[in-house]
């Protein structure tokens, strides 16, 4: 069966954040689809216009995962939209896998996604998420799985490979091949 994944994008979002994830999970064969949250084109945070495949409906129940960019106006829209706060409930209580980088996080603490999870994100964000989720537990890390909240998180633009990497592999894909076609096993060695 094939992976499904779908990357919501929305007004203000990080590019890059949103477009690596599209870019390798596509690499590895994964049906991704850009997702607009208010309309198929989506003004980026940096001036860059971004055409999405679609806008935000009931489909989003249908993928293995959904991903949110960062960006703090994207993230604040990301929160502030009930439709998409009452498909993300829902898809957490089916059992799927969601994610987001960056500011993204605050708006899975704004649904409840967060609460009693391991989370990471953009350095200061964990200051309003710890306002927004019950007993959530921020990490430094530069990407955190929590297993039982099905929640994928991550810090920042420069974090957004390793994002990207982290999604494939909860989905159950090998990223060694990819790692290596895109020299992120050489970027590593070098630390």
């Not at 939209?81 to 960056?102: E, F, T, V, Y």
């Not at 989905?171 to 076609?181: A, N, P, S, V």
Request: net charge negative; aromatic share 6%.
């Amino acid at each position: 069966m094939l992976t499904k994944v779908a990357v919501v994008f929305a007004p203000g979002c990080e590019e890059v954040e949103g477009l690596t994830i599209v870019d390798v999970l596509r690499r590895m064969g994964v049906e991704v689809t850009m997702v607009g949250l208010e309309g198929q084109v989506v003004p980026g945070a940096h001036q860059i216009e971004l055409t999405c495949d679609t806008v935000l409906d009931d489909h989003l129940l249908d993928y293995d995962l959904v991903a949110f960019p960062g960006g703090r106006g994207g993230a604040q829209k990301l929160s502030a939209n009930k439709q998409l706060a009452d498909l993300m409930r829902r898809r957490n209580a089916a059992g799927k896998w969601n994610a987001a980088m960056c500011a993204a996080p605050t708006a899975l603490a704004a649904y409840g996604l967060l609460d009693h999870r391991d989370y990471t994100c953009f350095p200061g964000f964990e200051k309003e998420i710890a306002q927004l989720a019950t007993d959530a537990h921020f990490k430094e890390d530069i990407t955190v799985v929590d297993e039982g909240g099905k929640v994928v998180t991550s810090r920042g633009p420069a974090t957004a490979l390793a994002f990207a990497f982290r999604i494939a592999e909860v989905l159950g894909l090998d990223t060694k091949q990819i790692k290596h076609e895109m020299l992120y096993d050489y970027l590593m060695a070098q630390k």
